[in-house]
């Protein structure tokens, strides 16, 4: 089982980012798949989750129009598509399998400038 996000990077307040989260050794069809996030000195917090009937998913209420999480299943990868982001949203992006106690991956960095 691996997960391996991408697609971070810096972007300026208001911009857009794409992170991807492309998994092995496993459906992502098969599992509750999440966005993580956690900010220097701050707790890891849950950004989106999508189950394994995609027409659900749910959302923070900080990021609740702005982020959308959607999953390939073709490409067995889970998106975050992150819209008019803040500054607030700096921190390292976590992509999470419910596989067990939990599966994650390494992290992306999101840097937003004011």
């Known amino acids: 089982v691996q997960l391996v996000e991408s697609g971070g990077g810096l972007v300026q307040t208001g911009g857009s980012l794409r992170l991807s989260c492309a998994a092995s050794?496993?459906?992502?069809?098969?599992?509750?798949m999440s966005w993580y996030r956690q900010a220097p000195g701050r707790e890891r917090e849950l950004v989106a989750a999508i189950r394994t009937n995609s027409a659900y998913t749910n959302y923070a209420d900080f990021v609740k129009g702005r982020f959308t999480i959607s999953r390939d299943n073709a490409k067995n990868t889970v998106y975050l598509q992150m819209n008019s982001l803040k500054s607030e949203d700096t921190a390292v992006y976590y992509c999470k399998a419910a596989i067990g106690l939990g599966r994650w991956g390494q992290g992306t960095q999101v840097t937003v400038s004011s």
């Open positions: 050794g496993f459906t992502v069809t098969s599992y509750v």
